[in-house]
């Protein structure tokens, strides 16, 4: 999950506020004390997290609770509210024809962030292509030109010529007939003075209609530096927060983000092209508050899967039989490591903290609940109630498994249904699904 140790340590100081019977000055100073330090061993500025608990004390004690919520889901509410406040908007990339520069220091991300960019406006349909004006780092040309290569996506590079301005000069020209067209560029290890200069000069060549910012998930309050030097000489327009996967604590970039009054616009979940996520504010806090996020799932599935594969909008009105799980089942192979997808169910809400190998063992589980599935009639599929004793004898032989696996397939599945139905009327309701959570 993103940013795993904040959000569990969120999710930690939420759990203390449900615990408590009732909400008073002591409990609100508690629970605020926690996310606090949550906020803080994540690298989120100093200053933020003190503004923002002392918003949520405020609101929490002088706002009056809504009619129809709980004392508790109020402040759950306001927390929600105000951890949203501190990300702000997101910065929108129109999909529509434009230049992207990309600028931030060595290793940032940038050159992977360029393909998944790239991967990203070929799967809305667009024609991007890639100009290479890196020209510092040894290997810069080969990196880019492999990954567009792999991806059919346009590339301009001079491999060997230093002069990074007029090859982009050169290169939005030679590819002007495509959709999207994306500068990466070179950083260096620190913010240097030559730096500087040659962004300059390529922003004032390339014109682009977006300066992306990438910055390393996994530094700290660097980021501000960063943001700070970048922003005052060509302008950033938005951030893409890179490496969000794996152990970032993320603080220090939104922190970052918050003091330039940027934001955010993708953020980076691994080292392929297919890891970049759009950044949506509260769909990223719920994630953190750990609700699992069913949204994107159904905006990749849909992107990832033709129409006939699955759907999506009939299991979210709770008609999910076996046999729509067992197209879910086939189109899991499709979307991606079962770990990306189950992070994305409500499961993990439901069934708690997913330890990391079930998540091998799910993708084995899937497999053997397939086989299962084979050996049902279709009237079974439909209609799994009928499902008793005798039939499981029967379907358990078939398939050559266990009776036990068929009623844990059975299990399985009624906890998905339960699942869809939870998100019923398709709008995320976060009170609702918390307190589906015993939250
Ligand atoms: P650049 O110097 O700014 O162009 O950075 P690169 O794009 O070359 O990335 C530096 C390193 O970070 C490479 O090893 C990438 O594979 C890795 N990287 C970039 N983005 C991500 C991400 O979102 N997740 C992970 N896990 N690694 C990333
Ligand atoms: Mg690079």
Redesign the pocket.
């Known amino acids: 999950m993103v940013m795993d140790k904040l959000g569990n340590s969120l999710q930690d100081a939420l759990k203390k506020l449900v615990k408590s019977g009732r909400i008073d000055e002591r409990t609100v100073n508690e629970v605020v004390k926690d996310i606090q330090r949550a906020l803080l061993q994540s690298d989120v500025n100093v200053k933020l997290v003190m503004e923002m608990s002392q918003s949520i004390k405020e609101r929490a004690l002088k706002e009056e609770v809504p009619a129809g919520a709980s004392p508790r889901e109020h402040v759950l509410r306001i927390v929600y509210q105000e951890l949203i406040n501190i990300i702000g908007k997101a910065t929108d990339v129109p999909l529509k024809p434009q230049t992207i520069m990309m600028i931030?220091l060595?290793?940032?991300?940038?050159?992977?962030?360029t393909s998944k960019l790239a991967r990203y406006f070929q799967r809305k349909g667009l024609r991007p292509a890639v100009v290479c004006a890196d020209t510092f780092?040894p290997g810069a040309y080969q990196?880019l030109h492999t990954l567009c290569t792999k991806l059919n996506v346009p590339f301009y590079g001079e491999e060997g010529n230093p002069d990074a301005v007029g090859i982009v000069e050169r290169g939005l020209k030679e590819l002007q007939k495509n959709d999207i067209l994306i500068v990466d560029t070179a950083?260096r290890h620190s913010l240097e003075a030559d730096l500087i200069e040659e962004m300059e000069n390529i922003h004032a060549i390339a014109n682009p209609d977006y300066k992306l910012l990438?910055l390393d998930g996994a530094i700290g309050q660097q980021a501000s530096e960063q943001a700070r030097t970048f922003n005052e000489s060509v302008g950033i327009s938005g951030v893409v927060i890179?490496?969000?996967?794996?152990t970032a604590k993320g603080g220090g970039a939104i922190s970052a983000v918050c003091e330039t009054n940027s934001s955010i616009a993708f953020i980076?979940?691994?080292?392929t092209p297919e890891?970049l996520e759009r950044f949506e504010p509260d769909r990223f806090i719920s994630r953190l508050l750990g609700m699992g996020d069913i949204k994107s799932l159904i905006e990749k599935a849909e992107e990832t899967l033709g129409e006939e594969d699955i759907d999506m909008e009939s299991m979210m009105r709770g008609k999910f039989t076996l046999k729509d799980m067992y197209k879910q089942l086939e189109s899991i192979n499709k979307l991606g490591p079962m770990k990306q997808i189950m992070q994305m169910l409500p499961l993990g809400g439901l069934g708690a903290k997913i330890p990391e190998n079930a998540y091998q063992d799910t993708g084995d589980k899937m497999g053997r609940y397939r086989i299962v599935m084979d050996s049902m009639t279709e009237e079974e599929m439909l209609n799994p109630r009928l499902i008793g004793s005798a039939r499981i004898k029967r379907i358990a032989r078939g398939s050559g498994c266990t009776a036990d696996d068929v009623r844990e397939l059975l299990k399985y599945h009624k906890m998905m249904q339960n699942a869809m139905k939870g998100f019923r009327g398709g709008k995320f309701n976060m009170q609702k699904m918390m307190k589906k959570m015993g939250m």
């Open positions: 931030g060595q290793g940032s991300g940038k050159t992977t962030t780092r990196q950083g990438v890179s490496k969000l996967d794996g980076g979940t691994g080292e890891d």
